[in-house]
């Protein structure tokens, strides 16, 4: 799996904007192949550190053994804004984007 400094260099615009919006996420949801290869999707919080995408998660969780098991996973796109103020200086504190 490539790392996300390595998808900066090979998509640089594309890794900026997912970079930008992995940073106001505050939860993500992340996809896992279970054991039968049925999809699990989890909420995660996901975030970047030393050119790596990172989400926390308990060892002992099913996605955690789904990623074990097999390491194919997907982050879904749809995010929660962990803070947002728009144009006219509206704010909030959780906001989806699609």
Same mark, same amino acid.
């Given at each position: 799996?490539?790392?996300?400094?390595?998808?900066?260099?090979?998509?640089?615009?594309?890794?900026k904007?997912?970079?930008?919006?992995?940073?106001?996420?505050?939860?993500?949801?992340?996809?896992t192949?279970?054991?039968?290869?049925? @999809?699990?999707?989890? @909420?995660?919080?996901?975030?970047?550190?030393?050119?790596?995408?990172?989400?926390g998660?308990?060892s002992?969780?099913?996605?955690?053994?789904?990623?074990?098991?097999?390491?194919?996973c997907?982050?879904?796109?749809?995010?929660?804004?962990?803070?947002?103020?728009?144009?006219?200086?509206l704010?909030?504190?959780?906001?989806?984007?699609?």
């Amino acid at each position: 799996m490539a790392s996300w400094q390595e998808f900066e260099t090979a998509a640089p615009e594309i890794a900026k904007l997912g970079g930008r919006r992995i940073e106001v996420m505050r939860v993500g949801f992340l996809g896992t192949l279970r054991r039968d290869g049925s @999809p699990r999707i989890s @909420p995660v919080e996901p975030y970047l550190s030393q050119g790596q995408l990172l989400f926390g998660a308990m060892s002992w969780s099913l996605k955690c053994r789904d990623l074990l098991r097999d390491s194919r996973c997907l982050q879904e796109g749809r995010m929660i804004a962990r803070h947002w103020s728009d144009e006219r200086g509206l704010t909030d504190t959780s906001r989806s984007y699609p």
